[in-house]
C-alpha cells in the first residue's frame, strides 16, 4: 500500500485551547476512511489544517511525498487537495453541466475567469455530464440548480469536487441535513466514487453510514487520536463506546 496522506504530530492551538494534538495519522492511496468523533473533537480543526486554512503549531503534513506546510490553500488544491464546500453555492443561471464545466476548465487553466471567458466549452462540458452522472445527477445535468433540493445541491458540489481530479477528496459531514434515505444513497454514491480509486477522508456524525460504507475508522477525541482501525474492531473498542457514545460505562453494570 502507498500512504498518499501522512500527519506527523499536528497539533492546533486557538488561544488556551489544543483543538487538535498531536495527531499522527496516514491514508493509503485508494482508502474511504471514516473520521469521526463528538463535537468539538477538532475534527474540522484537522481537515482545515490539512487544507492549509489553520496553521499547526507543530507537525507536518505530506501529500503524496509532498510536504504541505508551506504551500498556500491554492496551492494545495493544485498539489491534489480537494474539498467539497459546506456552503453550495452554485452559479443560478447556468444548468448543471455548465457549472461543473466550470470547474473542469479552472483546473485545467488554472484561472476561474479566464475559465468563464473560454468559449469552446464541449471537451469541459463532456468531463462535466460524466461527473454529474457519477454522482447521480446524469438526468438533470441540463437543469437549472436554482430548484435543487439540499441533497441534489450536495451531489453538484461532489462533481465540482471531483472536477479538480484531487488525489485526496476530503468530506466534512456531506450528509448533514438530509433525511436517512438521502443520507444512504448519498453514502451510497460516497462509497461509488470511492471504488472507482479516488481516496476519501469524509468526516460524518451519521455513524450508521459512515461504518457502513468505510472499512477503517479514526476516531478523535479532545484533539487526540482515540482509535484508529478497521471499522468493526474500533467500534467494539471500549475507550470509544466509553468516551464518544457514552455507553461502555453501562457495559459492566
Ligand atoms: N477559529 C477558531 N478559533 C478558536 N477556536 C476554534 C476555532 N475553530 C474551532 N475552534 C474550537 O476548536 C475546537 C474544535 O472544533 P472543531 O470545529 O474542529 O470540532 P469538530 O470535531 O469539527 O466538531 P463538530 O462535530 O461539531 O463539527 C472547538 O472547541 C472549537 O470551538
Ligand atoms: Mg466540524
Same mark, same amino acid.
Given at each position: 500500500?502507498?500512504?498518499?496522506?501522512?500527519?506527523?504530530g499536528?497539533?492546533v492551538?486557538?488561544?488556551?485551547?489544543?483543538?487538535?494534538?498531536?495527531?499522527?495519522?496516514?491514508?493509503?492511496?485508494?482508502?474511504?476512511?471514516?473520521?469521526?468523533?463528538?463535537?468539538?473533537?477538532?475534527?474540522?480543526?484537522l481537515?482545515?489544517?490539512?487544507?492549509?486554512?489553520?496553521?499547526?503549531?507543530?507537525?507536518?503534513?505530506?501529500?503524496?511525498?509532498?510536504?504541505?506546510?508551506n504551500?498556500?490553500?491554492?496551492?494545495?488544491?493544485?498539489?491534489?487537495?480537494?474539498?467539497?464546500?459546506?456552503?453550495?453555492?452554485?452559479?443560478?443561471?447556468?444548468?448543471?453541466?455548465?457549472?461543473?464545466?466550470?470547474?473542469?476548465?479552472?483546473?485545467?487553466?488554472? !484561472? =476561474?475567469?479566464?475559465?468563464?471567458?473560454?468559449?469552446?466549452?464541449?471537451? *469541459? /462540458?463532456? %468531463? +462535466?455530464?460524466? $461527473?454529474?452522472? @457519477?454522482?447521480?445527477?446524469?438526468?438533470?445535468?441540463d437543469? !437549472? =440548480?436554482?430548484?435543487?433540493?439540499?441533497?441534489?445541491?450536495?451531489?453538484? *458540489? /461532489?462533481? %465540482? +469536487?471531483?472536477? $479538480?481530479?484531487? @488525489?485526496?477528496?476530503?468530506?466534512?459531514?456531506p450528509?448533514a441535513?438530509?433525511?436517512?434515505?438521502?443520507?444512504?444513497?448519498?453514502?451510497?454514491?460516497?462509497?461509488?466514487?470511492?471504488?472507482?480509486?479516488?481516496?476519501?477522508?469524509?468526516?460524518?456524525?451519521?455513524?450508521?453510514?459512515?461504518?457502513?460504507i468505510?472499512?477503517?475508522?479514526?476516531?478523535?477525541?479532545?484533539?487526540?487520536?482515540?482509535?484508529?482501525?478497521?471499522?468493526?474492531?474500533?467500534?467494539?473498542?471500549?475507550?470509544?463506546?466509553?468516551?464518544?457514545?457514552?455507553?461502555?460505562?453501562?457495559?459492566?453494570?
Amino acid at each position: 500500500m502507498t500512504e498518499l496522506l501522512i500527519l506527523n504530530g499536528v497539533s492546533v492551538r486557538f488561544g488556551g485551547l489544543l483543538a487538535v494534538d498531536d495527531v499522527s495519522l496516514s491514508v493509503d492511496q485508494g482508502e474511504l476512511l471514516g473520521f469521526i468523533g463528538p463535537n468539538g473533537a477538532g475534527k474540522t480543526t484537522l481537515m482545515r489544517a490539512i487544507t492549509g486554512i489553520v496553521i499547526p503549531q507543530q507537525g507536518t503534513i505530506q501529500l503524496d511525498g509532498r510536504i504541505l506546510n508551506n504551500l498556500s490553500v491554492h496551492q494545495r488544491v493544485h498539489a491534489g487537495l480537494g474539498l467539497a464546500q459546506q456552503i453550495v453555492a452554485p452559479f443560478k443561471s447556468m444548468t448543471l453541466a455548465e457549472n461543473v464545466a466550470l470547474a473542469v476548465a479552472s483546473a485545467k487553466i488554472r !484561472s =476561474p475567469i479566464k475559465a468563464m471567458m473560454l468559449h469552446d466549452r464541449s471537451q *469541459e /462540458l463532456k %468531463r +462535466a455530464r460524466e $461527473l454529474l452522472a @457519477k454522482v447521480g445527477l446524469g438526468d438533470i445535468s441540463d437543469d !437549472s =440548480p436554482s430548484s435543487l433540493p439540499l441533497g441534489f445541491l450536495k451531489r453538484l *458540489e /461532489l462533481a %465540482r +469536487a471531483l472536477a $479538480l481530479a484531487p @488525489k485526496l477528496l476530503l468530506l466534512d459531514e456531506p450528509l448533514a441535513g438530509l433525511n436517512q434515505t438521502e443520507a444512504n444513497a448519498m453514502a451510497d454514491t460516497i462509497k461509488s466514487i470511492n471504488e472507482t480509486g479516488q481516496t476519501i477522508v469524509l468526516i460524518e456524525h451519521n455513524l450508521r453510514e459512515v461504518t457502513r460504507i468505510c472499512p477503517r475508522l479514526y476516531v478523535q477525541d479532545n484533539g487526540r487520536k482515540l482509535a484508529d482501525g478497521p471499522t468493526v474492531d474500533v467500534m467494539q473498542d471500549r475507550a470509544v463506546l466509553d468516551a464518544y457514545l457514552g455507553v461502555g460505562n453501562h457495559a459492566d453494570a
